[in-house]
């Protein structure tokens, strides 16, 4: 039955919400608990977590020839691993960039965007290496879902880090850990930014090409793997939309973490936040 229900498009766009949900509040979790146990619990819960990366490079190189409906689920969860990886390394501070200090008042805008680059770059750069990377392993793939998996989202965390920078007006620091916390100084509380309609124009337009591809599909396999991209695309825009809205998304994770210790860090960054002047 289970088998049978995932060849329904919208079963796997209910895949793909409860993995985006799923994975989210995991790392979630994990930072939180290291957050709490110190750094040595940071680099741990990475290391911890490396057979993810292992399963998902595998995941990705077997997925690319399997034009299998198992092999497109493999291909889409084998990107997931990927990313949540690289998302955990970075959330724990293990890679993230050299600039590891809040921003000062006053400095000059080209030198307020080298010093917010400077917070995220080894990151950044490992996304960018990983992208290339499956780009050119996927140029002869006849299952090229994994690479796509990945790409969506590359650009909608580029074009979310880039709307943070130039300023939306919700900014949600509640779940950013220790090792981050030098990361909201470097944000700007805004009513509205030159990118943000743009992100959300492209972020629509390839939402509406991955549902008509759904419907062009010439087997049930592009069928899925076309809806599971179209559904991240969805939830993609969403959390844009998540920044400009009085929306309490928070709440879809919070229940599920921990309660944070005060180190008497968090109360003053999220002061700035909240006390800037919204333009």
């Known amino acids: 039955m289970i088998a049978a229900a995932l ?18 509040g995991a790392i979630l979790l994990v930072v939180r608990r290291a957050d709490q146990a110190g750094r040595q619990a940071r680099i741990w819960a990475v290391l911890m977590n490396l057979p993810f ?8 190189l077997e997925s690319r020839y399997d034009e299998s409906l198992a092999g497109v689920y493999v291909a889409f969860l084998s ?12 959330l724990t501070g293990v890679i993230t960039g050299p600039n590891r200090n809040r921003l000062r008042d006053g400095v000059p805008e080209w030198e307020r965007f080298i010093r917010a680059w400077g917070t995220i770059a080894y990151h950044e750069l490992l996304l960018v290496f990983m992208m290339v990377t499956m780009i050119l392993f996927s140029l002869d793939a006849v299952n090229p879902f994994g690479m796509w ?4 989202l590359f650009f909608a965390r580029i074009s979310a880090k880039l709307n ?27 009513r509205m930014n030159w990118l943000f309609p743009l992100s959300i124009t492209g972020l629509s337009f390839a939402a509406a090409c991955w549902m008509e591809r759904i419907w062009s599909a010439q087997t049930m396999s592009q069928e899925i793997g076309f809806a599971l991209l179209a559904a991240l695309t969805v939830l993609a825009l969403l959390e844009h939309w998540f920044m400009v809205l009085p929306l309490p998304d ?29 333009r």
């Open 7 to 24: 060849h329904n498009p919208w079963v796997a766009a209910l895949v793909a919400l409860f993995l985006w949900w799923f994975s989210t």
């Open 53 to 60: 990366l292992i399963l998902g490079v595998v995941g990705f």
């Open 79 to 90: 990107a997931i691993a990927l990313w949540g990886w690289i998302e955990l390394a970075f």
């Open 149 to 152: 998996t990945f790409a969506i």
């Open 164 to 190: 943070l920078y130039l300023g939306v007006r919700k900014i949600n620091v509640e779940f950013i850990p220790e090792p981050l916390n030098h990361l909201p100084s470097h944000f700007r509380t805004a």
């Open 250 to 278: 928070e709440r879809l994770w919070r229940w599920m973490l921990p309660s944070r210790q005060s180190n008497g860090q968090d109360g003053p960054q999220i002061a700035i936040l909240q006390n800037e002047d919204v």
